[in-house]
């Protein structure tokens, strides 16, 4: 069990030691705002997934060179995770000081944390741990490939709440960031308060010209003239 006292696979911490641990470390997050600390996890998240390229501005132009940080991907993704994910769909319920469930954001930050905790104590981290993000913990200290090791432990020994973890932190990032998400003044509105402007950083690396006027209600094409043709008959059956 590592130092945050929560085991993330079935021989490292019962299920109720999980729970206990989570609570624990969730009791003086600052939920006022998005707290340091959850904030700094998922830009490690962030960038581990989509990460500046500068090799690539010689080679495919300088729209190639930034990554999710530079869009504010981490804040994204922690508000549609925290609003459109249920807390409790495949992570054991976390209760909170104030008795309210504990957004799932927080939760993830929490089994980030313990992961790399275990990896670091077993030495299987590969480049020395650093800090990296301010206010972070023992998963920002650990390098971008090491950060994909301690996934990696999540999902192989997590159990059936390891791969929905690992679902969420290593695609919701890329299915966000390729997405209208970044066009929108506010995603939180209805959609029929949004304003949009095509200018998303996705596209631009993709070449992606952005949707075209009608396509929404598109149901065919009209057909100037038909003509029916058969086939040849062939022998009959005996």
């Known amino acids: 069990m590592g130092a ?32 340091p600390h959850t904030l700094a996890t998922w830009r490690a998240v962030v960038d581990a997934v989509i990460p500046e390229t500068p090799e690539l501005g010689d080679e495919l132009g300088e729209e190639h060179v930034p990554g999710g940080l530079d869009v504010g991907l981490e804040v994204g993704l ?9 807390p409790e769909a495949a992570v054991p319920r976390v209760t909170a000081v104030d008795g309210e469930t504990a957004p799932l954001s ?19 981290n590969r480049d020395e741990p650093k800090r990296r993000f301010e206010d972070g913990g023992p998963f ?12 990696a432990d999540i999902e192989e020994r997590g159990e059936k709440s390891g791969g929905f973890v690992v679902a969420i932190v290593a695609a919701f990032p890329a299915i966000l960031y390729y997405s209208d998400w970044e066009g ?3 995603f939180s509105k209805p959609p029929s308060e949004r304003t949009f402007e ?3 950083q996705g ?16 149901r065919g094409y009209e057909v100037d003239e038909f003509e029916e043709t058969y086939a040849e008959e062939g022998p009959e059956e005996g």
């Open 184 to 186: 929108y003044d506010d």
């Open 78 to 86: 922690i508000e549609f995770i925290d609003a459109f994910v249920s």
């Open 106 to 124: 927080e939760s993830i930050t929490v089994i980030l944390d313990a992961a790399a905790t275990e990896l670091l104590a077993r030495g299987g």
């Open 203 to 218: 596209w631009r690396q993709t070449s992606y010209e952005g949707p075209a006027d009608g396509a929404a209600v598109l």
């Open 4 to 35: 945050l006292g929560i085991g993330i696979g079935g021989g490292m911490g019962s299920p109720q030691q999980l729970l206990e641990g989570l609570e624990a470390a969730l009791a003086d997050v600052d939920r006022s705002d998005h707290d």
């Open 198 to 200: 095509e200018d998303v």
């Open 140 to 151: 920002t200290t650990l390098s971008r490939r090491d950060r994909f090791r301690a996934m």
